[in-house]
């Protein structure tokens, strides 16, 4: 199949593996720019005009984690420098400082399982009352929610059903980056090869029991850190397959890997703007309306230059806190991304942490929460349902 037949196809609204695989070997030129063209018209035709954003704060819960993935500086072992799990009290301290900035989310990420290898993990949970870090996290979000009015969205890697029911309760949203449905990132020397928690079929058991209990889901890829064009395809076609089954994936970010002068990988390629471009604008031709992210901050001062592929969303923004996972890359202040996004002709919007696609619909929000996201919401966003 030639790539003019494949786009030809995909602007009808018929998208194949094969015709993804196509469309993303775009190359530089007349195939690039037609392929950014019809994700963009797309997303016009379906979103509008207006980008959206989530004003949070982000709290680092702890950076003790068991996966030593090749690309990650947010993870620690104990009695490393910068090691920490938060107290309570540091927890609510940020919380309470966002509120008065006006932030309506916060977004909690920490390490996956700690305590299943450090001692010191298991003793500070004992201190604190917990025996897992999940159930700590349940903890921190009821009291985030409770005495902050912040929507907690927990993001902790792996979850059983379990702990997704008792997240539900306090925390109306959800998220775990699929990153790659490729096995062969797991083997050695691959960077999820010492990741107990990144086996595909892992991660994917977690987004489909969210699916299942109906939690509005964030998910993701994590491109250029080994996987093939054809193994991109694969993930996007993985989180569709399960949207279409459970309706519950909010949103779906398209992260590009930066390297950094500490992690096993700092030598490894980055992956151009024109590759991620050319992702963003396959995401969206595959994923249609859904709702896909880019975080601004890791394209530098080009960012504007993504919305031409196809985005809809720049993600969680924060007036407060770093992003602790790429703490180098500093997010844009709200006012300028407003402007830079204005001047390529959309307005930025604020959204909450559960996307107006879900505040309406009883069945994605646990009756407990129901009447307090709704009260925070903004009703005038055209895709918001009842």
């Known amino acids: 199949m030639t790539f003019d037949e494949a786009l030809t196809i995909a602007r009808e609204g018929v998208i194949t593996r094969e015709i993804a695989s196509t469309l993303i070997r775009a190359r530089a030129g007349d195939e690039f720019d037609s392929l950014l063209h019809a994700a963009a018209e797309l997303r016009d035709r379906l979103k509008g005009r207006r980008i959206t954003y989530s004003k949070k704060v982000f709290i680092p819960l702890t950076n003790l984690c068991r996966d030593y993935c090749g690309y990650c500086t947010f993870r620690k072992d104990p009695g490393d420098a910068g090691a920490h799990t938060m107290t309570p009290d540091e927890v609510l301290a940020v919380a309470e400082a966002g509120r008065r900035l006006g932030c309506k989310e916060a977004l909690f990420s920490l390490g996956d399982r700690p305590e299943a290898i450090f001692p010191e993990m298991r003793e500070t949970l004992a201190r604190l009352g917990h025996r897992t870090t999940l159930s700590y996290l349940a903890e921190m979000c009821e009291r985030v929610l409770n005495e902050t009015g912040l929507l907690p969205h927990a993001n902790p890697g792996l979850m059983g059903r379990r702990d997704l029911e008792t997240l539900r309760k306090f925390s109306p949203s959800m998220g775990l980056m699929l990153e790659s449905t490729s096995e062969r990132l797991t083997r050695?020397?691959?960077?999820?090869?010492?990741?107990?928690?990144?086996?595909?079929?892992?991660?994917?058991?977690?987004?489909?029991?969210?699916?299942?209990?109906?939690?509005?889901?964030?998910?993701?890829?994590?491109?250029?850190?080994?996987?093939?064009?054809?193994?991109?395809?694969?993930?996007?076609?993985?989180?569709?397959?399960?949207?279409?089954?459970?309706?519950?994936?909010?949103?779906?970010?398209?992260?590009?890997?930066?390297?950094?002068?500490?992690?096993?990988?700092?030598?490894?390629?980055?992956?151009?703007?024109?590759?991620?471009?050319?992702?963003?604008?396959?995401?969206?031709?595959?994923?249609?309306?859904?709702?896909?992210?880019?975080?601004?901050?890791?394209?530098?001062?080009r960012y504007p230059f993504l919305l031409k592929a196809g985005l809809n969303d720049w993600g969680g923004i924060s007036p407060l806190t770093p992003d602790f996972i790429n703490p180098e890359k500093p997010w844009p202040h709200i006012d300028r991304l407003a402007e830079r996004t204005a001047g390529e002709g959309f307005e930025l919007t604020e959204r909450l942490s559960v996307y107006p696609e879900y505040v309406g619909r009883d069945e994605f929000i646990d009756e407990g929460l129901r009447a307090r996201v709704r009260l925070m919401a903004d009703w005038n966003h055209p895709h918001i349902r009842s």
């Open 188 to 301: 050695t020397g691959m960077p999820h090869d010492n990741a107990p928690d990144k086996p595909p079929a892992l991660r994917l058991k977690t987004i489909e029991e969210a699916g299942r209990l109906k939690i509005p889901f964030t998910t993701g890829i994590l491109i250029g850190i080994g996987e093939t064009l054809e193994e991109r395809v694969d993930s996007l076609f993985a989180i569709r397959e399960l949207h279409e089954r459970y309706e519950h994936i909010q949103e779906v970010i398209i992260q590009n890997f930066r390297a950094k002068p500490e992690i096993p990988m700092r030598a490894h390629p980055e992956p151009t703007m024109t590759d991620h471009a050319r992702t963003i604008a396959v995401a969206r031709l595959v994923l249609w309306d859904m709702n896909v992210q880019v975080p601004p901050n890791l394209s530098d001062d």
